[in-house]
């Protein structure tokens, strides 16, 4: 019978492990995509991610369709809908890449149970990461919660394998098929048609992915370890989205990565290693969503439980969201979230500090508005970035350390070129001035803080 393959978090062809190994059976491939809102646990996309899951389906459609084959999309539980499809076409071999959520993973064994129990031959295989998370472990067989150690005992073993070659040709299989329209689904934005800036940002797509990595090896990385914190420099690499939907894979990175580093000397070679130890953190992020399947909701600090949050005031909320707080950087850094669909890492630490600790508002609430509004809104690297900055999480910025949004505006955007770029009124009477006292506010978060520290 065919083999089915089950598209996930991994809209490639290259490197792609679970369709090489469909491939290699030599038998014709039935591909499919489940939009799956309905499983018990699974976080609804947020409207930003839906836009980008569009374009890359569609993306992933064509070079199936180049290639010969075919992407059918399905709704529903995954587990009616690939059990099902599986038993329609006769599969009796269904392959795919893991994904790292709790609720993901009990949606994966229970089909991979049923399907074995029918004897098909139902496998999983490591696409998404470098090193499956329970794979790394500390020498007294724990599980690590301090990046260093964790990236010290990933680096010191074999090197990451050779990226799997994009296949030249798909079977197809011959009989119908009945599929979604895409266009169904309702991903895109109707009306108000808030994507115009996603659309000019952003293409979609292993294409351009792996566009977009070529331009940065060649023209930024021997810069990007200077000035990866300088958000008007734009030298990183923009692939968070791309890695997102598994459009490229962190295989393809490390090994194109590696080979430009040999033309590199000195600082231009440290570069690329911080380049990598980047792509560590999605690593490591992962890692600590494994072993803390609530990290979107759960402190994982537990005296934070305790944090006497004030009562929210909404409309100091959507200030912040809205990018209307009179602080620039803040404001520059949300109004880019709005328009793009994301932000500079730097100014991510900046508006989720000030959201935290200047207007007292809840983590998960930033948490929740960036999983809304960015295009990489990732599982495990987002609430990971929150609760770093929170001071709530693994290996967390302690609380402690506030930032000063006018001082790392100065630091890192000094001729204020990120803030004009997207505040076009700084300076001028129309813009506000700022809704807190950014030295009153620190207190005040200090001041709460001293009631849970020392709390478990
Ligand atoms: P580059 O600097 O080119 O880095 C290369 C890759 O390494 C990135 O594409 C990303 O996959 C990974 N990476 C880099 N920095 C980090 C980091 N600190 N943590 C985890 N992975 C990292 N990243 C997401 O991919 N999705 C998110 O939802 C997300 N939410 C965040 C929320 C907060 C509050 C903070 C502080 C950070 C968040 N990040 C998130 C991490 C980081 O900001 C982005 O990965 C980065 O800005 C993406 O830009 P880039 O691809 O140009 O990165």
Redesign the pocket.
Same mark, same amino acid.
């Given at each position: 019978g065919p083999s089915l393959v089950w598209f996930r978090d991994d809209l490639r062809l290259a490197d792609n492990p679970a369709l090489t190994a469909a491939l290699e059976r030599g038998k014709p491939i039935v591909a499919v995509y489940v939009l799956d809102e309905e499983s018990a646990g699974i976080r609804p996309l947020g409207g930003a991610a839906r836009w980008w899951l569009h374009g890359s389906l569609t993306a992933l459609a064509d070079s199936l369709e180049r290639l010969g084959g075919r992407l059918t999309l399905r709704r529903g539980p995954a587990e009616d809908v690939v059990i099902g499809l599986a038993a329609s076409v006769g599969a009796d071999a269904v392959f795919w890449n893991r994904r790292y959520g709790a609720a993901e993973r009990e949606v994966d064994t229970r089909i991979k149970s049923v399907l074995a129990a029918t004897g098909a031959d139902a496998r999983s295989f490591a696409g998404s990461l470098l090193h499956e998370p329970w794979t790394i472990q500390t020498g007294q067989g724990g599980t690590y919660s301090v990046f260093t150690p964790f990236w010290r005992a990933c680096t010191a073993g074999p090197p990451p394998r050779a990226p799997f070659p994009a296949p030249d040709a798909i079977p197809g299989f011959p009989g119908e098929v009945p599929t979604d329209l895409l266009d169904d689904w309702g991903l895109l934005p109707t009306r108000p048609d808030w994507a115009a800036g996603l659309r000019s940002a952003w293409q979609p797509g292993e294409a351009s992915a792996h566009r977009l990595l070529e331009i @940065?090896l060649t023209e930024s990385l021997a810069r990007?370890g200077d000035e990866?914190d300088e958000p008007a420099q734009a030298v990183?690499?923009?692939?968070?989205?791309h890695?997102?939907w598994g459009e490229i894979s962190p295989f393809q990175i490390w090994q194109a990565t590696e080979r430009a580093r040999i033309g590199l000397t000195g600082r231009a070679q440290a570069s690329a290693t911080r @380049?990598l130890t980047? *792509?560590g953190?999605?690593e490591?992020?992962y890692h600590v969503l494994f072993n803390n399947p609530t990290l979107a909701t759960v402190n994982l600090r537990p005296e934070f439980d305790a944090f006497p949050w004030p009562r929210l005031d909404k409309r100091v909320l959507e200030a912040w969201q809205q990018g209307r707080t009179g602080i620039a950087l803040v404001d520059a850094g949300m109004r880019e979230l709005w328009r793009t669909g994301? &932000?500079?890492?730097r100014v991510? &630490?900046v508006t989720?500090s000030f959201l935290i600790k200047n207007l007292l508002i809840d983590w998960r609430l930033?948490e929740q508005w960036?999983?809304d509004t960015?295009v990489?809104?990732?599982a495990a690297?987002?609430p990971?970035?929150?609760q770093? *900055?929170a001071g709530s999480g693994a290996d967390a910025a302690p609380y402690f350390r506030v930032f000063n949004p006018e001082l790392q505006a100065k630091k890192f955007d000094p001729h204020a070129e990120y803030i004009r770029q997207n505040v076009p009124e700084y300076g001028t009477d129309a813009y506000p001035a700022p809704i807190v006292d950014l030295g009153e506010t620190r207190r005040a978060a200090l001041a709460a803080y001293e009631q849970i520290k020392g709390m478990k």
């Open positions: @940065f990007y990866r990183t690499s923009r692939l968070s989205p890695l997102r @380049f980047e *792509v953190w999605r490591f992020s994301s &932000m500079h890492n991510r &630490m989720a930033g960036f999983w960015l990489d809104a990732d690297s987002n990971f970035g929150w770093w *900055v």
